[in-house]
């Protein structure tokens, strides 16, 4: 493990608003980029790439992603940089347009290096403090919880919800969606290396980004996605993917002695399960990690997390723990981790 290198493992927020909307459902999608361009200095971060389709924009980040949905935005950045500090920005911006908050959601695996990090990231108990001070007050059904506490690959999660919100969500047989967050360490070393740039390849990052996605595999995961690439300069790529109103995310950091990787999702319940798993099982022969996390968020009642392991241990992983906790406005939350057989 090298003394220092870049932070892969991000930081993840999501916020959701609900009001009237007088501008024909485009929601905060009319937040102007100079406005978001405020938000990320605050946060540390640029855009470099961006796309948008009718339900969503999508942005590549210096460090990451962001995704503006009419009614949520979801940002995570990697680095040093300083999520949280959005969280104010955000609020007040969705106040303008009339829309208020009523849940967040904030996740991360654990830091490589957390040493480096600044406040308020300094530690989970900060990053909870920091929360509650700049959440809005009506957001008052919280929680916070690390979940595989006894393991070395732990899962923070915090959510906030207002109580209405939390009443409408206790019924959730209407919400079909769920998340998929896989964390990824100790890459293979060859296949780390195909995320590396040639030097003076004379390409922009965009097309450098597309010669990466078609090479790596990472176009096989979703033939039918928007892509928006970008590869950087030595080493490093990011990806979101648009299919209709479901976004898709990779991030790789492939430095030996600190290598990283993530991919994130949104599934339905509807989809065909054998397809999903599908998807798992190619995402971690893209990079052969030695260590992996795979964490589903879905209503309660519904039970994603179960194959995973199935589709994952064939591939010489072995489940190490399994963590599994409710959270208000968010649902079950369960948190699985796997290293290879040799570890």
């Given at each position: 493990m090298a003394v220092s290198g870049f932070e892969g493992f991000e930081k993840r927020l999501e916020l959701n608003f609900s009001g009237d909307d007088?501008?024909?459902?485009m929601g905060l999608r009319r937040l102007d980029f100079f406005s978001l361009e405020k938000v990320l200095h605050a946060?540390?971060?640029?855009?470099?790439?961006a796309v948008g389709n009718r339900y969503?924009?999508?942005y590549v980040l210096s460090e990451s992603s962001l995704f503006v949905y009419p009614n949520k935005i979801i940002i995570k950045t990697c680095g040093t940089t300083q999520l949280l500090k959005s969280v104010r920005p955000l609020v007040d911006y969705a106040i303008t347009m009339g829309l208020t908050l009523c849940g967040c959601r904030y996740t991360r695996g654990s830091f490589i290096f957390p040493e480096a990090q600044p406040y308020p990231h300094t530690s989970f108990k900060d990053e909870v403090v920091y929360l509650e001070e700049n959440l809005p007050k009506h957001l008052s059904c919280k929680k916070a919880?690390?979940?595989?506490?006894?393991?070395c690959y732990k899962?923070?999660?915090?959510?906030?919800?207002d109580e209405v919100h939390m009443v409408a969500m206790e019924d959730m047989h209407s919400d079909d969606l769920y998340t998929v967050e896989i964390c990824m360490t100790e890459l293979d070393r060859v296949l780390a290396k195909k995320f590396f740039r040639r030097f003076n390849d004379g390409k922009t990052g965009d097309s450098a980004g597309k010669e990466m996605t078609e090479i790596t595999g990472i176009r096989d995961v979703n033939r039918t996605a928007l892509i928006c690439d970008y590869a950087f300069d030595p080493c490093g790529y990011s990806m979101n993917g648009l299919d209709g109103n479901r976004y898709s995310t990779v991030h790789v950091t492939p430095e030996d002695g600190f290598s990283y990787a993530s991919f994130e999702c949104v599934g339905s319940f509807y989809d065909d399960r054998e397809e999903f798993f599908a998807v798992l099982q190619k995402v971690v022969k893209i990079f052969r990690p030695a260590a992996l996390s795979v964490s589903t968020t879905c209503p309660t009642g519904h039970e994603i997390w179960r194959g995973v392991a199935k589709a994952i241990e064939p591939l010489g992983?072995?489940?190490?723990s399994r963590a599994a906790d409710e959270f208000p406005a968010a649902g079950t939350v369960v948190s699985q981790t796997f290293t290879t057989r040799r570890k």
């Open positions: 007088p501008a024909a459902g946060v540390q971060c640029t855009v470099v790439s969503f924009d999508s919880s690390v979940m595989n506490s006894k393991s899962w923070h999660v915090f959510t906030a919800c992983m072995r489940l190490r």
